[in-house]
């Protein structure tokens, strides 16, 4: 993803919704909600993943806390906190016979 303000221009020079593409391969996932906060500041309408994000052991993590980030406008801290509630959940709905 450029540079803050090189985005914010690319933002207003397109004219159009932009989607931001998140590295998945080298970053956390402290640091993709980081970039993907900092994309929807900077006028992104919203994130994308590459396709090794399924390859993620946090994929779900990961997918449920952009969700939380992106739709519900929620901190980095709760978004983290959402998906890791989310992912509790679904490993007990997982485990029931």
């Known amino acids: 993803?450029?540079?803050?303000?090189?985005?914010?221009?690319?933002?207003?020079?397109?004219?159009?919704?932009?989607?931001?593409?998140?590295?998945?391969?080298?970053?956390?996932?402290?640091?993709?909600?980081?970039?993907?906060?900092?994309?929807?500041?900077?006028?992104?309408?919203?994130v994308m993943l590459e396709r090794n994000a399924v390859d993620q052991p946090a994929c779900g993590t990961i997918c449920r806390g952009l969700h939380a980030l992106v739709h519900q406008g929620v901190s980095i801290e709760e978004a983290l906190i959402t998906a890791e509630k989310s992912e509790v959940r679904s490993q007990e709905s997982e485990e029931e016979p």
């Open 1 to 46: 993803m450029p540079g803050r303000s090189a985005y914010r221009t690319l933002v207003r020079l397109t004219g159009r919704p932009l989607i931001a593409g998140l590295d998945t391969f080298t970053a956390g996932v402290l640091d993709l909600l980081d970039a993907a906060r900092q994309a929807i500041e900077e006028g992104a309408h919203g």
